[in-house]
């Protein structure tokens, strides 16, 4: 039986990838960690362990690390307001404690599949007048977390390339709609204008209702990270990032869909108040790309604003 660790794994992304590889992986065994002892997907399973560890403390690591994992996902992270708002926190958990991760696995566990979860915030403003893409576009990150995300890309390129992990880094859409309460993100107002009215409570929109939006659906993302990890490693080449598919869409885009499903009083709960620096960070941020390569490498596009939603209610109704 294979182990899979995932960090981070406390987080909406880390539950919903535990869940879908225990569906499509009978034969893993699953770790989870974070800072505090997760919550299991699935309590009644015998095949997670769940660990509480502070990857920023070395000795943590090297403990965690005991489990010899066939392959790790990195998702651990401070998000990109709150590195924004604290450089020394970010660099602690966005790049040294990684790094230490990175050096701690090729050492243990040599040539072991490692997927870490990028962002599209390592492009910067310069990309969007163009269509990015993962190969023609120089990245020039305009905040502390896009650096970040992208100094640990360049890190698990060159570790690749002298064959002591297998990396596959996924640049990320922002994720709709994410369960659960806000978090730190600039971009958390995406799901919170959608999530927080359906539960008949009142949310704002902080950004231009037209800014565009690159968006990846949970279900999707699941669906991809799971493909990343599966992947012949011969077929990314010797560069090891993938821009994942998604699709754009604006703040009006995503509110008249909720009307859509949901109606007018659902959509009348949004309030436009605008945050300059939520603003700020999201203009930083192409919303057109070329995702033409995570295509020829068999990654899934997505569903569709519409379904989400319908598929966001179905999850809670059942939650």
């Known amino acids: 039986m294979k182990t899979i660790l995932i960090t981070g794994a406390g987080g909406f992304v880390g539950q919903t990838l535990a869940a879908k590889l225990l569906s499509v992986h009978e034969d893993a065994r699953l770790v989870l960690a974070d800072v505090t002892k997760p919550p299991s997907p699935q309590p009644s399973s015998s095949r997670i362990q769940c660990v509480a ?3 920023t403390d070395s000795a943590a690591c090297n403990s965690l690390l005991e489990v010899s994992p066939d392959a790790v996902f990195i998702l651990h992270g401070i998000m990109s307001s709150g590195a924004e708002a604290n450089l020394e926190l970010g660099l602690k958990v966005n790049f040294d404690s990684v790094r230490n991760l990175l050096d701690r696995l090729r ?3 040599p040539g072991v599949k490692v997927i870490f979860t990028s962002s599209c915030a390592v492009f910067g403003k310069a990309a969007t007048e163009k269509l990015a893409t993962e190969v023609d576009v120089v990245p020039m990150p305009e905040t502390s977390y896009g650096t970040q995300k992208l100094m640990i890309e360049f890190l698990i390129n060159d570790y ?3 064959g002591l992990i297998d990396g596959r880094v996924v640049r990320l859409p922002t994720i709709f709609i994410r369960a659960g309460a806000p978090t730190a993100a600039a971009s958390s107002f995406v799901s919170g204008i959608v999530r927080e009215p359906l539960h008949g409570q009142k949310s704002v929109l902080p950004v231009d209702p037209t800014i565009g939006l690159w968006l990846c659906s949970p ?3 699941a669906q991809n990270l799971v493909h990343a990890m599966d992947l012949e490693a011969e077929r990314f080449g010797h560069f090891r990032t993938v821009l994942l598919p998604g699709y754009t869409a604006t703040s009006a885009e995503i509110l008249d869909a909720l009307e859509t499903v949901a109606g007018k009083k659902t959509r009348a709960l949004v309030e436009e108040k ?3 620096t939520i603003q700020r960070i999201c203009l930083g941020w192409p919303a057109k790309y070329d995702t033409s390569r995570a295509k ?3 990654f899934a596009d997505d569903i569709g604003l519409e379904q989400t939603i319908k598929d966001f209610i179905e999850s809670d109704t059942k939650g």
């Open 219 to 221: 279900r999707t993302l």
């Open 107 to 109: 050492q243990t566990n």
């Open 53 to 55: 560890s502070d990857l």
């Open 296 to 298: 020829s490498l068999g």
């Open 160 to 162: 690749s390339r002298r």
């Open 274 to 276: 605008r945050d300059e």
